[in-house]
């Protein structure tokens, strides 16, 4: 097992705790295939386009899974 660089680790908080991140990156940080997290982010209204960039605002999209809490 490979250990990790400090940078290594603060770049992968960083990336956790951004407001808005991009589909890939969306789709990692919740452990969600891409087209599942493209859908679930839309149906969250939590998608924001500017020109061609589309952009998931994390705190919306948590809210919204919350809502699937058994």
Do not use: H, P
């Not at 940078?7 to 990336?15: G, N």
């Not at 493209?38 to 999209?61: P, R, W």
Request: with cysteine; proline share 0%.
């Amino acid at each position: 097992m490979r250990m990790r660089s400090g940078k290594e680790t603060v770049d992968k908080t960083r990336a956790y705790s951004k407001k808005f991140v991009r589909y890939r990156e969306g789709a990692e940080k919740y452990s969600l295939g891409l087209s599942k997290f493209q859908e679930l982010a839309k149906e969250a209204g939590a998608v924001y386009k500017i020109d061609k960039i589309a952009l998931v605002n994390c705190e919306i999209f948590e809210r919204y899974l919350e809502t699937f809490r058994a």
